[in-house]
């Protein structure tokens, strides 16, 4: 099993930026796509990007894709999610994913970090 670490999250104030790594043990075909995803207390986890490592294709969901970025350093296994002009309601238990296919279906994903925690304060 891969192993996914995430990292970077913490406590802000809103407007900062603040990137989130994604540390992949390796790389494979059952997780040449990476994607991010959050979840903020009594929500549904949501989806919020994902890119793939061969290409650097890559999709960002509507509602935050004027503020966030991904992007990934393959020699380093690591996808990153950059996010500027952070919001409260950007409060969130973020985690980083693996599947095979770029998809923005949480449930299809079956390789899971343990989430980073980001909690931003107006």
């Known amino acids: 099993q891969v192993q996914l670490v995430e990292s970077g999250g913490g406590l802000v104030e809103a407007g900062d930026s603040l990137r989130l790594s994604c540390a992949a043990s390796?790389?494979?075909?059952?997780?040449?796509?990476m994607g991010w995803f959050r979840q903020a207390p009594g929500k549904e986890r949501e989806f919020v990007a994902a890119i793939y490592w061969s290409s650097g294709s890559a999709k960002v969901a509507d509602a935050v894709k004027d503020r966030f970025t991904i992007a990934r350093d393959n020699a380093a296994n690591t996808v990153y999610l950059q996010r500027n002009n952070l919001k409260p309601e950007d409060t969130a238990l973020y985690y980083c994913?693996?599947?095979?296919?770029?998809?923005?279906?949480?449930?299809?994903?079956?390789?899971w970090g343990q989430g980073t925690q980001v909690t931003v304060s107006s």
């Open positions: 994913a693996g599947w095979y296919v770029l998809t923005t279906d949480a449930s299809t994903y079956d390789n």
């Open positions: 390796t790389r494979t075909h059952g997780n040449r796509n």
